[in-house]
C-alpha cells in the first residue's frame, strides 16, 4: 500500500537573502510556524508546481512533512529543524530574531 | 610573494563584471536558476542551508597582511563578522546575499584575490604545504609551481567541464603535510643526481570511495611537468566516467583502468602536446620564482626567548606544541590555532583576522598561511618576538597551546551550513575539545589527529584521520561511524572502520573510552596513538569501543 500523505509544508530558500521560506496562500513567509500546513496531496501537488515556477523570488521548492499537533508545527527530520531555526553553533539565522 | 600582473587584474575585472551582468540577469528574472547555477558555481557561490555561502580561494594557502585585513573588512561588511577557513586552504563566507557578491568579488579583486574555480567540475584551487618556504626540511618552495598551476588552470579552455572537480597538491618537502596521496595529483618536489623535479602520484582521493594516490612517474623534470599535467587531465578529460557522478573521479578511472594503462595514455598524449611547450612556461616559472624570494633574515639576541621560556609555563606550552623548525637559524614557524576549546574549527573572527594580519606585519615579514588543518600560519618569525606575539595573540583568544593534539580537530561545516551534509561536525568537535580540556589529559595524550565528516564526501578528511568520524542519517538521527588508523602523511593509510556507529549522546564517551584504552596499551608515553595503533591493531580498541558486545561475548 502506498505511504499515506504526511501533513506537508511548500518551502525553499529565497532568491535574493538565501534564507529560508515556506509558503503561505500566495505569500513567502520566514518562520515555520506562519506556513500553510497542506493535508491534501492532490493540492499539494498542484501548490508545489505552482510554486516551483517562481522562480524570480525563491530557489530549490519542495514539499517537507510536518508535525502540526498541538497548534505548533513541528519538523519531522532534523535537517528541516535547522533549516527552521539556524546554525547550532551560533545563534545566527532564523533563531536571531525570535 | 606574487603579485598580479595587468593580465591577471585585467582577467579578474573582466570575469567579475561579467558575474554582475549575470546576477543582475538572474534577478531581473532574464536567467533562471538552471542556467545561473552553473555560472555563480563558477565563481564559487554556492546556496546552503541558511544562506548562500562564498568561497574564496588562497591560492597554495598563502596570504599577506592586506589580504587578511580585506577578508576581515569583507567580514564585517558583508557578512556575519567572522569567517571560515577550509580544508582546502579557503576561506567561506556563510551569510552573504545574492546582490551584495559582485561588490565582494570586487573588493577581493582590489587585493588580488578571486573565488573563481572554487566549485565546479574543474581544477580547484591548488594547495600546497602550509609550511611552504618555510620549512627546514623542504627542497624547494612548492609555491612558485603552484601559481604557474594556478594560472594554467584557470580557465583552461580544455578543463571547464570535466568529469568531475580536479584537486591538485603540491610539497617540497619529503614529510608530507599537504596530503598529496588523497589528491587527485600529489606533486612532490624531489632531486635525482643532482636535477630538480617532480614525483607525480595520482588517482588519490577521500569521499565515498577513498584511495591512496599511486606514483605515476617517479621524477619528472622540472620543464616537462605542465605538458605532464596537461596530458594527464586530457586524458582523464575523455576516459573519465561521465554516466555516474559516483565514479566519475579520476581515482576511480585509475582503478578501472590500472595505473599502467593510465601511463601509457599519458605518454601517447604527452608525446603528441609536448612541442606546444616551446619554454614561455618556463620563463614565466622564472618570473614567478623571483616573487617568492625568501625575506631577508636577521640575527638576534634569543634571551628574550629563552627567559619567557625559562620562566613563563603558558608560553612554554605554546612553544612546545605552536612551532616548528624553520629553514634560517634563530627563527620558528608559528601556527596559530584556530581550535580554542568549544570553539568552531576554521573560524576566525574580523577582529581576530586583523590581529593575525597586524602581527604578521610587525613580526612575520607580511605573511599568513592557511593550513589544510585550519589553522593560520605566520611562517617566518624570529623567536627574539615570540614572547610579545604570544602575549598578543593570548589577547585576542588566539593563544591556544593545541597543535596537533586532540582539541586540534578538524571539521567540515556540517549539518550546520552544508545543504549536502547528513549530520553536524561541528558540535562533535566542539564537544570532544571542552571534554578533553576539563579532563586535562591532552599534552599527556600527545600527537593525535581527530577528523569529522558531516558527510561521506570527507571534506572532513576523516579516512586519514587517526581517528576518524563520519557523521550519516541513519532513520532519521544522527549517526557518527569511527574510523581507526588513518594517515595523511607520506605513509598515507586509509582507516579502518571500527563497528556500528554512535548517536550523537554516544560518541563523545565513545572517543574517551578510545583515548583511555590508548592511554592503557601505549608501551611507552612518547609511542602515539597511531603507532600504538599501529602496532596492536584495531582489536584492543575495539574492545573499548563496545565493552557490551565483549560482555554479550563471555
Known sequence: MPKSFEPSVITANALLEGDVVYLRGSDWVRNLQDAEVLTDEADAQLRLIEASARSAEVVGVYLTAVDPEQGQIQTTHFREAFRATGPSNYAHGKQENV | ?554
Not at chain 2, 12 to 30: C, K, L, M, P
Not at chain 2, 100 to 114: I, K, R, S, T, Y
Open chain 2, 1 to 554: 610573494m606574487y603579485a598580479y600582473s595587468d593580465f591577471d587584474s585585467q582577467f579578474i575585472a573582466q570575469r567579475n563584471a561579467q558575474f554582475r551582468s549575470q546576477v543582475e540577469r538572474r534577478i531581473d528574472g532574464s536567467l533562471t536558476e538552471d542556467e545561473f547555477k552553473p555560472l555563480r558555481l563558477m565563481n564559487g557561490l554556492y546556496l546552503q542551508l541558511h544562506a548562500y555561502m562564498l568561497r574564496v580561494a588562497i591560492p597554495y594557502g598563502t596570504l599577506n597582511s592586506h589580504q587578511m585585513q580585506k577578508l576581515a573588512d569583507i567580514a564585517d561588511k558583508w557578512d556575519k563578522g567572522y569567517g571560515h577557513f577550509t580544508t582546502r586552504q579557503n576561506i567561506q563566507y556563510n551569510w552573504p546575499e545574492l546582490r551584495d557578491v559582485p561588490d565582494m568579488l570586487d573588493a577581493l579583486a582590489e587585493v588580488d584575490m578571486h573565488a573563481i574555480q572554487t566549485s565546479g567540475n574543474t581544477i580547484r584551487n591548488v594547495t600546497a604545504d602550509h609550511f611552504a618556504g618555510a620549512a627546514a626540511d623542504e627542497i624547494a618552495d612548492p609555491r612558485p609551481i603552484a601559481e604557474l598551476i594556478r594560472q594554467w588552470s584557470t580557465d583552461h579552455p580544455e578543463f571547464q567541464f570535466l568529469p568531475r572537480k580536479f584537486k591538485v597538491a603540491v610539497s617540497g618537502a619529503s614529510h608530507d603535510r599537504a596530503v598529496l596521496k588523497a589528491h587527485d595529483i600529489g606533486l612532490q618536489i624531489v632531486e635525482q643526481d643532482g636535477a630538480r623535479g617532480y614525483r607525480v602520484i595520482v588517482g588519490g582521493g577521500l569521499g565515498r570511495t577513498p584511495m591512496i594516490g599511486k606514483v605515476l612517474y617517479d621524477f619528472v623534470a622540472s620543464e616537462d611537468l605542465l605538458p605532464t599535467l596537461e596530458a594527464i587531465v586530457s586524458v582523464y578529460n575523455l576516459l573519465g566516467r561521465r554516466d555516474n557522478k559516483y565514479k566519475a573521479r579520476i581515482k576511480i578511472t585509475v582503478h578501472e583502468n590500472g595505473i599502467e594503462d593510465i601511463r601509457a595514455r599519458v605518454d601517447a598524449r604527452y608525446k603528441l602536446i609536448r612541442p606546444q611547450f616551446t619554454g614561455v612556461d618556463q620563463q614565466m616559472l622564472s618570473r614567478i620564482e623571483a616573487d617568492f624570494a625568501l625575506p631577508e633574515f636577521v640575527t638576534k639576541s634569543l634571551a628574550t626567548y629563552e627567559t619567557a621560556y625559562t620562566n613563563d609555563p603558558v608560553f612554554r606550552a605554546w612553544a612546545d606544541t605552536n612551532l616548528s623548525d624553520h629553514r634560517a637559524a634563530g627563527y620558528a614557524i608559528v601556527s596559530i590555532s584556530l581550535k580554542a576549546h568549544g570553539a568552531t574549527p576554521g573560524d576566525a573572527t574580523s577582529h581576530q583576522m586583523r590581529v593575525m594580519a597586524e602581527l604578521a606585519a610587525e613580526f612575520g615579514h607580511n605573511e599568513l598561511r592557511i593550513s589544510h588543518e585550519q589553522n593560520v600560519i605566520l611562517p617566518h618569525v624570529h623567536r627574539a618576538d615570540l614572547p610579545a606575539l604570544h602575549a598578543r595573540l593570548k589577547e585576542a583568544g588566539l593563544g591556544t597551546a593545541n597543535i596537533g593534539l586532540i582539541s586540534d580537530i578538524i571539521a567540515c561545516p556540517g549539518m550546520d551550513y552544508c545543504a549536502l551534509a547528513t549530520a553536524r561536525s561541528i558540535p562533535i568537535a566542539q564537544e570532544i575539545a571542552t571534554r578533553f580540556d576539563d579532563l586535562k589529559l591532552e599534552h599527556d595524550v600527545g600527537p593525535l589527529k581527530i577528523k569529522i565528516s558531516g558527510c561521506i564526501n570527507a571534506c572532513g578528511h576523516h579516512h586519514v584521520g587517526h581517528i576518524g568520524i563520519l557523521g550519516l542519517d541513519r532513520a532519521g538521527v544522527e549517526n557518527y561511524q569511527i574510523t581507526l588508523g588513518g594517515d595523511g602523511t607520506e605513509d598515507a593509510s586509509i582507516g579502518e572502520r571500527a563497528g556500528p556507529g554512535f548517536s550523537a549522546d554516544e560518541i563523545i564517551p565513545a572517543i574517551e573510552r578510545l583515548v583511555m584504552a590508548y592511554l592503557d596499551l601505549r608501551s611507552e608515553r612518547a609511542e602515539t596513538f597511531l603507532q600504538t595503533y599501529r602496532r596492536l591493531g584495531l582489536a584492543p580498541f575495539k574492545a573499548a569501543l563496545y565493552p557490551q558486545a565483549k560482555a554479550d561475548a563471555a
